[in-house]
């Protein structure tokens, strides 16, 4: 037996510790802070949260410079808190949900803003919006063992230097447990699967050049630098 071409080898994200933690699946949740929902023309209700997904491959590292992406005028940067699960779990409770985690990090879920926004008006997918390549960077993971779970904090980004997001992990209308057991409930979830938790107001967009940074108190940062328009 012969294989046609080599398989694409797991992205491997990296841990504060060194350790490799190979990515298997993308779940980001959709506004999860009232006051962006407000800023995207939605009302801040507690409905059930709503999550899409994107491809393993879209994960980055902190300190990557980016394609500013085909087909886009207005990409956009999100601030996330990201969840990283370590077991396995489907229907999992919210009481059990710490055990699934392994731990979190910072990251962004990059966007192009007028695709994403010209589907949800048709009531198309969002895949070109938000499954963008290299549309998900992210910092290293500190195990939930180091800097325990995460359920307040400052989370902010700057761009340039300039504060553009800055909000508080308390300000998360679906918290981190309740979001774990939501995914587990469509997915079984499995090591390896990360979870956007959903961004803050202040999105915006950015241009080549732009210099992008997330921090979330008690998790190293992510940084990336926006590159030249791709072709
Ligand atoms: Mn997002």
């Known amino acids: ?125 969002w895949d070109t919006g938000k499954n963008v390549e290299q549309s998900s960077p992210l910092g290293l993971i500190a195990p939930a063992s180091e800097c325990g779970h995460l359920c307040s904090g400052r989370i902010a980004l700057t761009v340039n230097g300039e504060v553009k997001q800055d909000a508080d992990l308390g300000e998360l209308i679906w918290d981190v447990p309740e979001v774990v057991a939501y995914v587990s409930r469509y997915y079984t979830l499995e090591p390896g699967d990360l979870i956007y938790t959903g961004t803050p107001a202040g999105v915006g967009a950015v241009v080549p050049g732009d210099i992008v940074t997330v921090t979330i108190e008690g998790l190293p940062d992510c940084t990336v630098t926006i590159g030249a328009k791709a072709n």
């Open 1 to 125: 037996m012969s294989t046609i071409f080599e398989p694409t080898p797991s992205v491997l994200a990296k841990t504060t510790d060194g350790r490799d933690y190979p990515v298997r699946r993308v779940f980001c949740i959709g506004r999860n802070y009232a006051a962006h929902a407000r800023e995207m023309g939605k009302d801040p209700d507690r409905d059930p949260p709503f999550f899409f997904t994107k491809w393993a491959e879209t994960v980055v590292p902190s300190d990557t410079t980016i394609t500013y992406p085909t087909q886009t005028s207005n990409f956009h940067y999100e601030a996330e808190l990201v969840v990283a699960i370590g077991k396995s779990g489907g229907s999992i409770a919210e009481q059990d949900a710490a055990d699934h985690i392994f731990g979190y990090a910072t990251g962004l879920d990059m966007t192009r803003r007028d695709l994403q926004l010209e589907a949800r008006e048709k009531g198309r997918p």
